[in-house]
């Protein structure tokens, strides 16, 4: 089945540990973006990709960093330098820059 | 004034309804428009996708679309208790731009 699989679902790291959060499609499309959600806030982006190799920053994308070396992977790395991660992180995806993007089902991530 | 806003709710309506879900915005360039639901600790689920402004019919679900008003509307007809979710609206330029998401309202149907 062609989608979006976002691993792992929940994830708990220490405070000052770098994370990272693997996103991979296989519906062939050229954007990925990664969101963070947090309660009232609605989804802000903090990086996106038109295409391999790469990337733009988002509206928050301090504390974060990414890498897309193939189509298929986006993988996000949460840093120590993120002053609050913990959130619910998603990716998502779409064929062309305008078109609709679909997402995958999340990583709860807790900093504890 | 925020770029999209959307009222959290909840909205709380009875098994059969019609419900009524809305955004307004403040960007005038926005041409592409989607309705995206989420249930609980999952990802968003694209319901609803158009271009420009009009209507837009699947099945229970009607995506309205009023450039003049910078308003767009998701009709639910007959909900259900498997419609309870968070409903989120989100646009975007033509050409390449990236998303913008209202914050989402919840809907709640009770049987």
């Known amino acids: 089945d062609g989608g979006i699989t976002q691993s792992p679902k929940y994830l708990f790291r220490k405070e000052g540990q770098n994370v990272t959060l693997s996103c991979e499609q296989n519906l062939n499309h050229d954007a990925m973006y990664w969101y963070r959600q947090d309660p009232g806030q609605g989804l802000r982006l903090i990086y996106y990709?038109?295409?391999?190799?790469?990337?733009q920053k988002g509206d928050i994308a301090e504390g974060y960093s990414v890498s897309r070396e193939k189509k298929e992977s986006f993988p996000l790395t949460v840093t120590s330098a993120q002053k609050n991660p913990t959130a619910f992180y998603l990716c998502?995806?779409?064929?062309?820059?305008?078109?609709?993007?679909?997402f995958g089902q999340g990583t709860r991530l807790t900093v504890v | 004034q925020k770029e999209v806003e959307q009222d959290p709710g909840p909205l709380s309506v009875p098994e059969g309804a019609i419900v009524s879900l809305n955004c307004t915005y403040s960007?005038?360039?926005?041409?592409?428009f989607m309705w995206y639901r989420q249930y609980s600790r999952k990802g968003p689920e694209l319901l609803m996708y158009?271009?420009?402004?009009g209507n837009k019919e699947d099945g229970r679900f009607t995506a309205q679309v009023d450039k003049s008003s910078k308003y767009i509307s998701l009709f639910i007809r007959d909900s259900q208790p498997s419609d309870s979710a968070t409903y989120l609206c989100?646009?975007?330029?033509?050409?390449?731009?990236?998303?913008?998401f209202g914050k989402g309202t919840m809907l709640l149907v009770s049987p």
């Open positions: 158009t271009y420009s402004s």
């Open positions: 960007n005038s360039a926005f041409q592409y």
């Open positions: 990709s038109q295409i391999v190799n790469d990337f």
């Open positions: 989100a646009m975007r330029n033509s050409g390449y731009s990236t998303l913008t």
């Open positions: 998502a995806s779409s064929f062309r820059e305008h078109t609709e993007a679909f």
